[in-house]
């Protein structure tokens, strides 16, 4: 296994554009989450899956942005008529679920850029 | 919903000293306290973990303590070498829920 994969690594589109962007995890993972970082900040949360279901979605999240994991695999995002303060990196994670934690596989990101 | 602070932003240290950056979070239910590091270009890699049910946690060069009942917890690197310059990232997390909230990172530089 070579780890959680990210497609494209950038991107740059013209604002109003939509852009969908790939997740690929750790084939052994059950849990898979997108996670929004910009410059100078921690990690912020998107939603996450758990198999192919959408067990959490950020408040922050517009209704311009949507994500999917059909049959558990891999994960697409979507974010729709792009506005420039889309701009980020957009990174995903894969983990085991457990009842004491485990900690997350990222991948190495989408860098997105609304121009 | 969770908070969680980090310090210092930034820290510079001479080779072999150590560093420690602490963070704090604000949900009493939180347990789970992972902490990673991010070099250019790349996604945060774990670097270590530490649960609630222990105080200390140490791999090789590196340690975690947690205090919960300060609500506190930091990360000790001793005798630092150049490639330790990193952001580092604390988190933390319920283990019944999904997401982890994140401080804002620390950029450590280790000057040879």
């Known amino acids: 296994d070579t780890g959680v994969s990210q497609d494209p690594r950038h991107k740059i589109t013209k604002r109003g554009q939509n852009v969908t962007f790939r997740c690929d995890p750790i084939?052994?993972?059950?849990?898979l989450y997108w996670y929004r970082q910009t410059l100078g900040q921690g990690p912020e949360f998107l939603t996450y899956f758990q198999n192919e279901a959408q067990l959490e979605k950020s408040r922050l999240l517009s209704d311009r942005f949507s994500a999917e994991r059909p049959k558990g695999s891999f994960s697409t995002l979507e974010i729709q008529r792009t506005e420039q303060g889309d701009s980020a990196m957009y990174l995903c994670?894969?983990?085991?679920?457990?009842?004491?934690?485990?900690?997350?596989?990222f991948g190495s990101g989408t860098r997105l850029t609304v121009v | 919903g969770e908070n969680v602070e980090q310090h210092p932003s930034t820290l510079s240290v001479q080779e072999g000293d150590s560093a420690v950056i602490k963070c704090t979070y604000s949900?009493?239910?939180?347990?789970?306290f992972p902490w990673y590091k991010q070099e250019l270009g790349k996604g945060p890699q774990l670097i270590i973990d530490i649960r609630s049910n222990v105080g200390e946690k140490k791999d090789q060069r590196i340690a975690v303590t947690l205090n919960k009942t300060a609500k506190h917890f930091s990360l000790h690197i001793t005798e630092t070498q150049p490639e330790d310059s990193a952001v580092y990232f604390c988190a933390a997390s319920r283990t019944n829920a999904g997401k982890s909230t994140f401080g804002d990172g620390t950029t450590l530089t280790v000057k040879p």
């Open positions: 084939s052994e993972h059950n849990r």
């Open positions: 994670a894969s983990s085991l679920s457990a009842s004491m934690g485990y900690g997350y596989t």
């Open positions: 949900d009493s239910a939180s347990n789970y």
